[in-house]
């Protein structure tokens, strides 16, 4: 199975409210990443937290990991629009750099 | 533009037919992965290269799929034997040693169908 497994699989939400979607992760990882796809730019890196840390913010994104939870959260604030697709969570587990991503939440933001 | 480019990005070939995929990575990268994605799903982890190394591959990079990284520069991806269901999505990705390490740039992928 999945290393990586989002929380919602999808999810619509009016433009200018905040999306939030999870992630969980079984084994012990360095770091766990965000990534994003839409048809229009393939696939593109969104935002890393290592294991040492809890929180982190990039523009209108916030993500937190909880290693004692094994689980990561990505909030969007204020959506847009332009920030429909589907969003990843991948991780390598320790060691290794066999970067293992979920199936996905599929977010649809509604102008 | 200089970011991850792959080629070809379509390629359709009859069952038992071999392919080839090319992967061109960010320049100063060392860090090379590949890997399949098919609808509905996120990618799957192919292999990993550091420079010319091949460090790590996936147990369904079995006898027919093979990788090469000759120079530690271009990456090719050959599948043997094809079948209908390595149809998917291949997908490359380089990313540095230093720096931001760990994040990956992918290119566009190539899509593969075996009728």
């Known amino acids: 199975s999945q290393q990586g497994e989002e929380d919602p699989q999808a999810l619509s939400i009016q433009e200018g409210e905040n999306a939030t979607m999870n992630c969980s992760y079984k084994?012990?990882?360095?770091?766990l990443q965000w990534y994003r796809q839409n048809s229009g730019r393939g696939l593109v890196h969104l935002i890393l937290?290592?294991?040492?840390?809890r929180e982190k913010h990039s523009g209108r994104l916030r993500v937190t990991l909880d290693t004692s939870k094994k689980s990561s959260s990505l909030l969007i604030t204020a959506s847009r629009a332009a920030d429909t697709a589907s969003y990843f969570c991948?991780?390598?587990?320790?060691?290794?750099?066999?970067?293992?991503f979920g199936t996905g939440t599929r977010l649809k933001v509604l102008a | 533009d200089t970011g991850v480019s792959q080629d070809p990005r379509h390629k359709i070939t009859k069952r038992g037919q071999n392919v080839t995929f090319r992967c061109d990575p960010i320049?100063?990268?060392?860090?090379l992965y590949w890997y399949r994605q098919t609808l509905g799903q996120g990618p799957e982890f192919l292999t990993y290269?550091?420079?010319?190394?091949?460090?790590?591959k996936s147990r369904l990079l079995s006898d027919r799929f093979s990788a090469e990284r000759p120079k530690g520069s271009f990456s090719t991806l050959e599948i043997q034997r094809t079948e209908q269901g390595d149809s998917a999505m291949y997908l490359c990705?380089?990313?540095?040693?230093?720096?931001?390490?760990?994040?990956?740039?992918f290119g566009p992928g190539t899509r593969l169908t075996v009728t």
């Open positions: 937290i290592r294991s040492n840390e």
């Open positions: 991948a991780t390598p587990p320790s060691g290794t750099y066999k970067y293992i």
């Open positions: 290269f550091q420079n010319e190394a091949q460090l790590e």
């Open positions: 320049s100063e990268h060392n860090r």
């Open positions: 990705a380089s990313s540095s040693i230093s720096g931001r390490a760990g994040e990956q740039y």
């Open positions: 084994t012990s990882i360095n770091n």
